[in-house]
């Protein structure tokens, strides 16, 4: 079984391009590029992982700053 330590990149059959997020003897989860974080079974997803020697995307930051909602004027009669 091949060793795949965390921060390792990979390419599934399915998914396409990831990141090893962790791994143990019974789990892999691995964050996709386009598909998000899975979880598989270990000895199951091998078979479907090769290495790639691309270097890792750079992570977006989201942007905690919210623009002020801004109340409707209110009609009065």
Not at 27 to 41: A, N, P, Q
Not at 54 to 61: F, L
């Amino acid at each position: 079984m091949a060793n795949y330590a965390k921060g390792a990149q990979v390419e599934h059959a399915k998914f396409g391009f990831g990141t090893i997020e962790s791994h143990t003897e019974e789990r892999i989860e691995i964050k996709f590029d386009e598909h998000g974080t899975k979880k598989f079974v270990t000895s199951m997803a091998i078979g479907s992982l090769r290495k790639s020697d691309r270097t890792p995307p750079v992570e977006k930051r989201g942007s905690r700053a919210r623009k002020a909602k801004v109340a409707a004027p209110v009609a009065t009669a």
